[in-house]
């Protein structure tokens, strides 16, 4: 898996969420939630699938309420539950 996303209920938790793994140095990036994916606040936050395993312990200490749950796209950009 070459990129995901995580979709957000608020806004404002995934703005929180992108400045956090942000400081950790790690790409990524707002993004308009996929109108495929169905969910969401209409923001989420595009990472590497390297990077997953950081993200996953972010998300865990940070604690959000918010997360919906982490996607892909697939090559005809419909937006696949991970």
Do not use: Q, W
Request: glycine residues 8%; contains cysteine.
């Amino acid at each position: 898996m070459r990129e995901f996303f995580v979709a957000f209920r608020s806004r404002s938790d995934a703005l929180r969420f992108f400045e956090e793994i942000s400081s950790y140095r790690v790409p990524a990036k707002i993004i308009n939630t996929p109108s495929s994916a169905g969910v969401g606040c209409g923001l989420s936050v595009k990472l590497l699938g390297k990077s997953m395993p950081l993200v996953t312990r972010v998300l865990e200490r940070m604690n959000f309420g918010s997360v919906i749950g982490f996607f892909r796209l697939t090559d005809s950009g419909a937006a696949v539950r991970l």
